[in-house]
Each structure stands twice: as C-alpha cells, then as structure tokens.
C-alpha cells in the first residue's frame, strides 16, 4: 500500500506540473526521448554489449533491483497479462551490476530462456526511473514510447 501511495502521489506531480508547465522538476523521461546509451553484461554468457549495438528497437526494458518487494510480482503479473491478452512483444530484463546474483536466479528459474542483463548504477539514473520495477517500452526508433511501474499500463498501450 505505501508503495502504491507513494506512486500516485508522484502521478499526481507529474499531471500538476504539465498542467503548470513547470520546467523545475526533473521528474521523468518525456515521450520519444531517446534512450541514453549504456553498456550491459550479459547474465548468459558474460559478454559486454552497447546499447546502441543490441537490437532494442519495439523492446521492453525491465528493470529490476534485487532488495524491490515489488519487481517479482509485478514481473508474475506482466507474464500473466501478457499471456491472457495473447500480446506479443519482445523484453529484456535489467539489473544493477550489485544484483548479479539475483540476476542468475532469475535467468536460472526461467531456464535461461529470459534475455538478462545488469548495467552501472548509473544507467538507472540516466533512465530517471522513480519506481522499481520500471518497464520502459520503446518504439520502431528506439525511443521512449511508456515508462511506468504498473505492468497492465504497458499490456493495454501494446
């Protein structure tokens, strides 16, 4: 309950500070902002790609945090949803470096079939994510199309 408190306050901020236009907060990505590069370190096979060499276009980017109460369920609930509405759409799962352990227990639940990645902490702020887990659905140009924490927002905009 405080979480999701705690996300309708910060909703309600972003919707007042639109309607005033206040350039002051830096609250969030705007939409098709392109994304920052970053590198990441596949949980597979240990190898570093670029984000701009990874094929990230009409992807979903995850990210996760080991210590979030919050990311597996959510995660159950985006694959239940994305199952039941039958959408089809590609994802990738990312963590902080610090969560590489949690990283393999999840690619190891899913038998490694999940793509898996963890990044620098700084990649997290780059992508401004207030929320955990954060799913950020980019479009045909990788741009950012959707960032929000609530997995059914990001089934129905699919």
Do not use: G, M
């Not at 920052?36 to 060499?53: A, D, G, H």
């Not at 990044?119 to 207030?130: A, G, P």
């Amino acid at each position: 309950i405080t979480w999701w408190k705690k996300y309708s306050i910060w909703i309600n901020q972003i919707v007042t500070s639109k309607q005033e236009v206040s350039s002051s907060l830096d609250l969030e990505f705007k939409i098709s902002d392109p994304i920052p590069e970053f590198q990441l370190k596949s949980v597979k096979n240990n190898r570093y790609t670029n984000s701009n060499e990874l094929n990230i276009h009409n992807k979903l980017l995850i990210f996760f945090d080991k210590d979030c109460i919050h990311c597996n369920n959510n995660f159950e609930h985006f694959l239940a949803l994305r199952e039941e509405h039958n959408k089809k759409i590609d994802f990738i799962i990312i963590f902080r470096e610090e969560s590489f352990a949690k990283a393999l227990e999840i690619s190891e639940l899913y038998e490694n079939e999940l793509d898996i990645y963890v990044v620098r902490d700084e990649t997290f702020k780059k992508f401004k994510l207030r929320f955990l887990p954060a799913f950020v659905k980019l479009n045909k140009r990788s741009l950012i199309e959707l960032s929000t924490p609530v997995p059914l927002e990001i089934i129905r905009s699919i």
